[in-house]
């Protein structure tokens, strides 16, 4: 987890260029655009902050330059300067600094599947402005997900870091913070993190030091080993591995959102990759399932909690998918090798006819499900839906049907596995068909 300012750039770049950049466009952004949205959430903030609720945009705009000259890290400060800088970044006017040890690095951790993630006082749209507009152009991808003190809380306080960690599922004690900010430190390692302070000549606490947190000058002095907690018997799962796994999963979810099947970013695939103990790659959440790289791959254990290097390096980025906990569920429950979950209008529309499920029968396309074509009927099981994985898995297992490897979830979707990952995808492509053709049968 990376701090930005005085971490792995320069203050002094924020201070001198940034600064400057955002003050003289204040007046205009809170004149002119003081009806946007976020422009008029940071204003309200302003106004509650300063205890004058009638304050106007004149007011407002001396109250920023005061606290831009103290530095202080006020949230609507924070957003305001995120939106003037992310346009800054976007026209060019505006390149971010890291310092030069700073980026190898980086990209050496995240090629050995580091998890990279960012921590700062600044606000999130600015973050990603200042990773996607560096020197050596959009750097967006070596990193996961962006936390600022909007989403996750203020950086002095260790309920911040249970949060990020909760966030990203990932074991407090698999973390390793990296800030210039002695406080910030206290915090995350009193979250249970593992700290290190990045203590560079001519930041502001380079003089009063790290406390008694481990301290380098610079990033080339850190070394990362991943795959250190792994179980001396257990099976390792390496970063290439998983990004192989997250290369099929992506290509899969190409077809599928192709099929219109995973659209916007609905719909989640895993794959498994180890049985004991059990682990699965699982695509990761809230992305745009038709744009899913080798990298938008999560490992998961057997509850679907994202494994932060306790069986192996975690190749790939971000949180696992919120649907983690149903796909390892069904995988401890059926055997399955692969499991897809697409949100198909035909799914929906005949778990809506038939909450108490579809009966299907006397269909050749039964073969592919390995159910006689003449004959036999079977049903496909129709639950209803949950946020909460554990009663969706409950469900899921009682209303089972061992010869359908595919259940209905009402108003959500279709969940299929099979052996594999082809298998899984022909038994998503054949139960789809049979769900198309129900529909169109217009039986009620
Ligand atoms: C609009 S998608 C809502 C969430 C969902 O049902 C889904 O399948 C995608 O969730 P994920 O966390 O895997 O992106
Ligand atoms: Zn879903």
Do not use: C
């Not at 300067?81 to 346009?87: K, L, M, P």
């Not at 976007?90 to 890291?98: M, N, P, R, T």
């Not at 430190?185 to 606490?205: K, N, Q, S």
């Not at 494994?307 to 192996?312: C, L």
């Amino acid at each position: 987890m990376l701090d930005i300012e005085g971490t792995t750039s320069a203050t002094g770049f924020v201070v001198g260029e940034l600064y400057p950049y955002a003050r003289k466009r204040f007046g205009r952004l809170l004149t002119e655009r003081a009806a946007e949205p976020e422009v008029r959430r940071a204003v309200g903030q302003i106004r509650a902050m300063l205890g004058e609720p009638a304050a106007d945009a004149a007011r407002i705009e001396r109250a920023l330059g005061a606290w831009l000259d103290e530095d202080r890290k006020a949230t609507p400060l924070k957003t305001l300067q995120g939106i003037v800088w992310a346009e800054g970044f976007a026209s060019g006017e505006l390149v971010s600094h890291f310092y030069p040890d700073v980026l190898p690095r980086l990209r050496e951790w995240h090629a050995a599947g580091v998890r990279l993630h960012v921590y700062s006082s600044g606000s999130v749209a600015a973050q990603r402005a200042w990773f996607g507009h560096s020197p050596e152009g959009d750097l967006r991808p070596l990193a996961g997900e962006f936390y600022d003190t909007e989403n996750a809380g203020p950086k002095l306080v260790a309920t911040s870091y249970e949060a990020i960690a909760a966030d990203l599922g990932a074991v407090p004690g698999r973390v390793l913070f990296l800030s210039d900010r002695p406080g910030e430190l206290d915090a995350a390692r009193a979250a249970g993190w593992h700290t290190a302070g990045v203590r560079r000549p001519g930041e502001p606490y380079y003089e009063s030091g790290m406390g008694d947190h481990p301290e380098v000058a610079s990033f080339a002095e850190l070394e990362i080993r991943t795959g250190t907690g792994a179980a001396p018997d257990g099976p390792v799962v390496g970063a290439d591995e998983v990004r192989r796994a997250g290369a099929r999963l992506a290509a899969e979810a190409a077809r599928f959102a192709g099929f219109g099947w995973m659209r916007g970013t609905s719909g989640n695939l895993s794959v498994v990759l180890a049985r004991d103990p059990l682990r699965l790659a699982v695509t990761a959440s809230g992305r745009d399932k038709g744009e899913l790289t080798e990298d938008d791959v999560v490992l998961v254990d057997g509850r679907g909690a994202a494994v932060a290097g306790t069986a192996g390096p975690v190749a790939g980025a971000g949180k696992p998918s919120a649907e983690a906990g149903l796909h390892a569920r069904v995988v401890r429950l059926t055997g399955a090798g692969a499991v897809v979950h697409v949100h198909t209008v035909a799914a929906v529309a005949m778990g809506r006819r038939r909450p108490g499920g579809i009966v299907l029968r006397d269909l050749e396309m039964l073969k592919g499900l390995g159910v006689p074509a003449e004959g036999t009927a079977v049903r496909l099981p129709v639950i209803a839906n949950s946020q909460d994985m554990d009663v969706l898995g409950d469900r899921l297992e009682e209303a089972r049907e061992p010869r359908m490897p595919a259940v209905v979830v009402a108003g959500h979707g279709l969940y299929v596995w099979g052996e594999d990952l082809p298998q899984a995808r022909h038994h998503a492509e054949v139960v789809q068909w049979l769900l198309e053709l129900e529909v169109a049968s217009g039986r009620e």
